[in-house]
């Protein structure tokens, strides 16, 4: 069974650019979830989908941060524009169903997308 | 919102030794408690989870123990290896609006020394 696949793998950009990750889930997936991990920290949600509703972007910074899941299957997460302290690691991850109901919950994480804003 | 503290943010085991990490969750309607392994360059990587109504699960050599009452929430890993060396985050899970909602740990350096 193929991953999550999440691309590109690093990205640097200057104060003010804008920058756009995908995020590829594992097939048959319906729940797909954007991290958002500072070095030394734990990853903290940006936005979640079931199939392509929202269903969770209370800490989505509105205001720059943008994301889709067009039909349900991949998705984009933008920054626009960025600060330098949106430089961290963006994670993506998918879950058959949202996590905890059974084993089909368990969340799987893509590599992640390094971002460096300078 | 769900607040998960996690104890120590370090650790440094001598190969063969057990290693403990700590979790307490703030609300009580988290039902649902993963725990990750993050190495260098990757995402996390579930490596054991444990839900409300168990007290105890064993994998090998990876335990997890709950307790409700204290809302406090245990990772053991016994006769630890090199390979054992990574960050590992805790996480809690409840249901929120009919989705369930993950708050994740600061995080666990663990250092295996040979």
């Known amino acids: 069974e193929a991953g999550v696949a999440q691309s590109p793998r690093y990205k640097i950009i200057e104060k003010r650019q804008s920058v756009a990750f995908w995020c590829n889930p594992i097939?048959?997936?319906?729940?797909l979830y954007w991290y958002q991990q500072i070095l030394g920290q734990g990853p903290k949600l940006l936005i979640q989908?079931?199939?392509?509703?929202?269903?969770?972007d209370s800490q989505l910074p509105k205001d720059r941060f943008s994301a889709e899941r067009l039909k349900g299957v991949d998705s984009t997460l933008k920054i626009q524009p960025a600060k330098l302290e949106d430089s961290a690691v963006y994670l993506c991850?998918?879950?058959?169903?949202?996590?905890?109901?059974?084993?089909?919950?368990?969340?799987?994480f893509g590599p992640g997308t390094r971002l460096l804003v300078l | 919102g769900e607040n998960v503290e996690q104890h120590p943010s370090t650790l440094s085991v001598q190969e063969g030794d057990s290693a403990v990490i700590k979790c307490t969750y703030s609300?009580?309607?988290?039902?649902?408690f993963p725990w990750y392994k993050q190495e260098l360059g990757k995402g996390p990587q579930l490596i054991i989870d444990?839900?409300?109504?168990?007290g105890e699960k064993k994998d090998q050599r990876i335990a997890v123990t709950l307790n409700k009452t204290a809302k406090h929430f245990s990772l053991h890993i016994t006769e630890t290896q090199p390979e054992d060396s990574a960050v590992y985050f805790c996480?809690?899970?409840?249901?929120?609006?009919?989705?369930?909602?993950?708050?994740f740990g600061t995080g666990t350096k663990l250092q295996v020394i040979p």
């Open positions: 609300d009580s309607a988290s039902n649902y």
């Open positions: 989908f079931q199939n392509n509703g929202v269903v969770d």
């Open positions: 097939s048959g997936h319906a729940t």
């Open positions: 996480a809690a899970s409840m249901n929120s609006g009919g989705y369930q909602k993950v708050t």
């Open positions: 444990i839900r409300s109504n168990v």
């Open positions: 991850a998918s879950s058959l169903v949202s996590p905890g109901t059974g084993f089909r919950g368990t969340q799987y």
